[in-house]
């Protein structure tokens, strides 16, 4: 897929969340994005999953401007497979519910057809022992995975992730993340936020750098991990990678 964004800019009363953000990323498959805390991150894949809106500036996926009427974002915001830190479950519904009913009711499919498509993919992803719990019921890293399938089932044109796996332990957190690798290797599309670097280099083929409201390096990622050039980056990766 390909992302262009044209002068960006993103304020929340007096704060500049994006500033004139313009980037150009070529063909990729998976595009992870890194950056200190507080630099715009999340601002960003809002607006590229048609959460939040702009207050200046464009946006094209694949060639596609997108727009931002109520109208267009609706249909937008359905075509994605969004999955953020913790908390993505419904807490009353049972695991398989929780992707169930998305499915009926944002994406009109029958109940059958929606029960058919949840079972097959809790099956194929090992998760049909947990079907019937309900998320307090399910561990965090089981809890993520149930989130993911969930995005997987509305077959999306490309999956958003922004720190999956901040909320879970080391364990949990090889569980998830060996699931978003797996997405990556049956070719899926996806961009992904994380603070781990070592997965950020391993699932993405490029990579953009965020700080202080601005773009700061927009690289393949074996260059930018291997020769990053903005010495806030380089100072960044200098501090996370001290541990
Ligand atoms: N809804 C909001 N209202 C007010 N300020 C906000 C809002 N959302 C974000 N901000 C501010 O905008 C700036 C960028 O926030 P953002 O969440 O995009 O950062 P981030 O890079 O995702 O950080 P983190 O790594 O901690 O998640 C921050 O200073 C934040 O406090
Ligand atoms: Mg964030």
Redesign the pocket.
């Known amino acids: 897929m390909q992302l262009e964004l044209s002068n960006i800019s993103k304020q ?2 007096e ?1 500049r ?2 500033h004139e953000v313009t980037l150009s990323v070529p063909e990729f498959q998976s595009l992870a994005i890194i ?12 607006i590229i999953s048609g959460l939040e809106i702009p207050d200046t500036g464009s946006l094209r996926i694949d060639d596609r401007e997108i727009g931002f009427s109520e109208d267009a974002l609706l249909s937008h915001r359905r075509s994605i497979g969004t999955v953020f830190q913790a908390y993505n479950l419904f807490p009353h519904l049972t695991a398989l519910e929780n992707v169930v009913l998305p499915l009926v009711k944002v994406h009109g499919l029958s109940a059958t057809a929606a029960r058919d498509t949840a079972v097959e993919l809790f099956e194929r992803f090992q998760l049909l022992n947990h079907a019937g719990r309900r998320p307090a019921e399910l561990s965090g890293g089981q809890q993520q995975r149930v989130a993911i399938v969930r995005a997987i089932a509305i077959k999306p044109r490309f999956f958003i992730f ?2 999956p796996t901040s909320a879970l332990d080391p364990e949990m957190t090889s569980e998830v993340l060996d699931f978003i690798a797996e997405l990556r290797k049956e070719g899926r599309n996806l961009i992904i ?1 994380t ?1 781990n670097m070592g997965f950020a280099r391993h699932v993405s083929d490029h990579c953009l750098f ?1 700080a202080e ?1 601005r773009v700061l390096e927009n690289e393949r990622s074996t260059e930018l991990f291997s020769a990053p050039q903005n010495p806030l980056l380089v100072n960044f990766l200098a501090k996370v990678l001290r541990y």
Request: net charge neutral; glycine share 26%.
């Open positions: 929340f009363g704060l969340a994006l950056g200190p805390s507080g630099g715009g991150k999340t601002t960003l894949l809002r922004d720190e936020v603070h965020i409201g």
